[in-house]
Antibody
Framework: EVQLVQSGAEVKKPGESLKISCQGS????????IGWVRQMPGKGLEWMGI?????????YSPSFQGQVTISADKSISGSAYLQWSSLKASDTAIYYC???????????????WGQGTLVTVSS | DIQMTQSPSSLSASVGDRVTITCRAS??????LAWYQQKPGKVPKLLIY???TLQSGVPFRFSGSGSGTDFTLTISSLQPEDVATYYC?????????FGGGTKVEIK
């Protein structure tokens, strides 16, 4: 069974750094792209970017380029990561990881989702 | 980048009603269009991909159509458990932009 398990909720202060994770299991982790999706409080879904654990190729939405770093490790039961170097209050949101459905292809939809990680940034 | 525009942003309908949500892409995307359902407080769930292919396990009252720039999601007979926000997403290339969402409520 495919599962994506995300790290727990975080409460941070503005200016702090943060790295959240998404561990995949039940499939060959290195052969499917993993993406991150933001959902701000009461708002819609925003596609942030995707990464391919097999070779670390990463694509960002222009809206998030330079604001976050997406990465993954290559181990078979590995994890994808989303990190910030300096958080802002406006980063408060739920962040979902999700798997792209077609092995090796960027042009595919999200078929499996993590449970979400709530990040709260407040002074 | 291609923009995805959904309408309406919200709707209220009675149980048993036929409900239609539209999604328009700012450029042609062939049939690279998915629909997701997000119930309150829950994780988004894939309903339809390739514009009209029902994901396994999704009730047959859900259907999708369209190609190019104009797409629709139809619920043939609205049920109480369909209360949710529905999102379209284009996925032909990165970024895989989502539409703004349509909130469906029961009248």
């Amino acid at each position: 069974e495919v599962q994506l398990v995300q790290s727990g909720a975080e409460v941070k202060k503005p200016g702090e750094s943060l790295k959240i994770s998404c561990q995949g299991s039940g499939y060959t982790f290195t052969t499917y792209w993993i993406g991150w999706v933001r959902q701000m409080p009461g708002k819609g879904l925003e596609w942030m970017g995707i990464t391919y654990p097999g070779d670390s190729d990463t694509r960002y939405s222009p809206s998030f380029q330079g604001q976050v770093t997406i990465s993954a490790d290559k181990s078979i039961s590995g994890s994808a990561y989303l990190q910030w170097s300096s958080l802002k209050a406006s980063d408060t949101a739920i962040y979902y990881c999700a798997r792209l459905s077609i092995m090796g292809a960027t042009g595919s939809y999200f078929d499996y989702w993590g449970q979400g990680t709530l990040v709260t940034v407040s002074s | 980048d291609i923009q995805m525009t959904q309408s309406p942003s919200s709707l209220s309908a009675s149980v048993g009603d036929r409900v239609t949500i539209t999604c328009r892409a700012s450029q042609a995307i062939s049939n690279y269009l998915a629909w997701y359902q997000q119930k309150p407080g829950k994780v988004p769930k894939l309903l339809i991909y390739a514009a009209s292919t029902l994901q396994s396990g999704v009730p047959f009252r859900f259907s999708g159509s369209g190609s190019g720039t104009d797409f629709t999601l139809t619920i043939s007979s609205l049920q109480p458990e369909d209360v949710a926000t529905y999102y379209c997403q284009k996925y032909n290339s990165a970024p895989g932009t989502f539409g703004g969402g349509t909130k469906v409520e029961i009248k």
